[in-house]
Every structure is written in structure tokens, then in C-alpha cells.
């Protein structure tokens, strides 16, 4: 098939797609009832999207931040099968926004504010607008938790990514032991005069590959079974960082922290009765207790966290929307 072909079918497919999609549209920008509302647009909720129309549902994504969710933030996203080797976050969130594009998907840049049921279906609620689904899939995600620390006006970030220079030639200090904190003391340590890892269990928990990689520089320190406990600044910059162990990490550069202790489930617009854990995650399978409502991704309650179970959640929700 030549180039200019191919071409042409692409455009084709998006707009045959577009129009399965548009119709549900009125003229003044509201919407009647769709098939399916989707809420989030990371690996979760693009997937559940691409399966859901593919089958034949009307469906629009609501995201009120970018495409990709917190993946596309990270400094690498690994082990996910056919990943581009050392793709980055935004990378890898820029392949998801092309998938949206090209299959023609209707994303609604809003933040879902309220989510109730009706006789009908349910009813998103966004400071814009309310719109109607027959069905939901929630797909939101968590946001990252930030340290219960007075850190004088200091902001403390959580993803290395684009802080190379600011780094540079300083300490840096990143809480957490996990492997996504392993991933983003990896990224930094090539800029940074050293990396400290602080943890509050008795030992890093990140995978062996990234403990390897990193028991190998000998300019990253781990700490565990301690915590950050305070902080000195020096005019803007913060010199110290005292441990609650009494450690001191002192730099007279400058420190820079990064926080990698875990996650908020994005889940206070929701007006329903739904089981959750003691963290807040959605304790409920992927088809919930509630008819015709779903739930996929991160904000699930779950012990494996990656992109490859937040996909196949998606898929799950996907397909089941669709069924009869």
C-alpha cells in the first residue's frame, strides 16, 4: 500500500469514527445521553476507551490534566511489553495522546466534579456542565502524597524529570524506597553531587534490577528506618535536612527533596456508595456492585501498581461496558 493511501484510510477511520461520536453531540456544546462516560485518561482509561468504541459504544473521556496520567511525569517507564527502551513518561503519554487521535476519541478537558447514579444511568457533574451516561467507567487515578513536613515556603516536588539542572552540582534527597523512587534516584544521579535515599522500612523495597544499579554509584547513600524531620534554608535554598535518626545532610549549594511516599486515590467527587480500603482506593472489582459502573487503573484497590495492570483493567472495563 503506498504512503498517500495509507493516508487516506487513516482519515477515513477518524472520521467514520467521528462521526459514531458526534452525533451524540447538540449544537450549544451539551450532550444527551451517551452509551459511556469515561473519567481519566491515563493507560486505564485510554484503553477501556479503544475497547469500548471499537465495539461499537458512544463514549467521550473526561481529563482535567494531561493525557497519560501520572506516567507521563516519570523519568523512565520500563518492563511494560514493546515500551520504547528508556522511553520517557512524557514519551510514552505523547503515544497514548497519537492512539486518542488517531482512533478519533472525544476527550472533554474538565474536571469531573460529582458522579451520581439515575433511573437512566449516571449523571458527571463538572463546573461546566452535567452530562449523562448509561454507563461509567472510573478511571482517575491517585495523586502523590506529600510529606507532612514544615518546609518553610520550600516546595518539595516528586518526579526528577526535567530538574536535571537545577540538580546539578547539588544534594539531592528522595523519601521513599519504592521502585518508583529507585527510578527517579537513578535518573538524578548523573547530575547530582550525591542522592540520599530515605526510607522509614528497614530496607529499600524497589525491584533487584534498580537495587543493583544502584548499589553500584557510589555517590547514592540509603538511610533506612528513618524519616525526614526537618529542614534548615539559607535565604531561598535549603543546606540542611536533619533525619529523625539525628543525621544531618548538610550542602551549603543547595538541596533539593523529591517525595515518593505513595498515593491518594482521586475519589472525592464520587456521590455513590462504593467499598474502599483504609487508604481510600476503590476496594470493588473492576465490574462494581453498582450496575453498570466500572473501575480501572490506580484508583482500584490492588497490590500490583504498574502500566501493564492499569491496561488490562481498562481492557476488562472496556470490553464489559460493551457487553450486552
Known sequence: MSEGSAAILRVMRVTRVMSVTTKFYLKTGGMIM?????IGAGPAGVSAALYAQSRGLSLTIFEKDRIGGLIGKVSKVSHYTSVVVDETGPEFAARLKNQIEAYGLKVIKEEVTGLSKTD????VQTAAASYTAKKVIIATGSTPKELPLNTDGYKIAHWTLGTEEKCQHKTVIINGGSDGAAKEALHILPFAKAVHMVQNMPQILCIAEFKKQLEADPKLHVHCGTSLASLTKTGSKVTTVKLADGTEITDANGIEI?????QTPATSFIKLDLPRNEQGFLADEVKTGIDGLYVAGDVRAKTVRQVATAVNDGCLAGIMAAAK
Not at 34 to 38: M, V
Not at 120 to 123: P, S
Open 34 to 38: 451517551q452509551d459511556l462516560i469515561i
Open 120 to 123: 437512566a444511568g449516571f449523571t
Open 258 to 262: 523529591f517525595a515518593m511516599i505513595g
